[in-house]
């Protein structure tokens, strides 16, 4: 029989239905990645059917989140700490994810762990050089003002 000792390291949040009041706990993988490509949503933006009622409850409020303190700012430009490593799909590398934090491999053959949410998806052809046997790249998100 397999026995949890200790329980992962998941994202978690809280939510209150609008409809019944219930309030209620969900982990990261109660809901989807962070960004989905079929309705271009991001996970905060996620929504779960409350566990009594089943009403959609949106606005779902995540327990931690990346700090602020961990981005520097240069000049008017705001530097974000990032980790970018490949998924393995069907025995090919596959998605490319951009981490808050430094994720772990997963015998799912995807990223996670202690690591928060997915931040974004990037395009499958960016970065070739990095594939799933990689440990995932430090790097840093520079955002400009225009």
């Not at 329980?7 to 993988?29: I, L």
């Not at 271009?40 to 327990?63: F, I, K, Q």
């Not at 998924?87 to 990223?111: A, C, M, N």
């Not at 949410?117 to 070739?128: C, D, G, H, L």
Request: net charge negative; aromatic share 10%; glycine share 6%.
């Amino acid at each position: 029989m397999i026995e949890i000792i200790k329980h992962g390291n998941f994202k978690k949040g809280t939510a209150k239905c609008p409809n019944c009041g219930c309030e209620f706990s969900f982990d990261e993988r109660d809901v989807d990645h962070a960004w989905r490509t079929d309705t271009g949503r991001y996970l905060n933006d996620a929504s779960l059917p409350c566990p009594e009622c089943r009403v959609t409850v949106e606005n779902l409020e995540w327990d931690e989140e990346m700090s602020e303190t961990d981005w520097t700012f240069e000049n008017d430009d705001i530097v974000i700490p990032i980790w970018i490593a490949r998924d393995k799909w069907r025995d090919i590398d596959g998605y490319l994810h951009i981490f808050g934090k430094k994720p772990q491999r997963l015998v799912s053959e995807t990223w996670g762990g202690d690591c928060g949410p997915i931040v974004a998806s990037i395009p499958e052809n960016w970065f070739p050089e990095i594939i799933w046997e990689d440990e995932p790249v430090e790097a840093e998100l520079t955002i400009k003002r225009k």
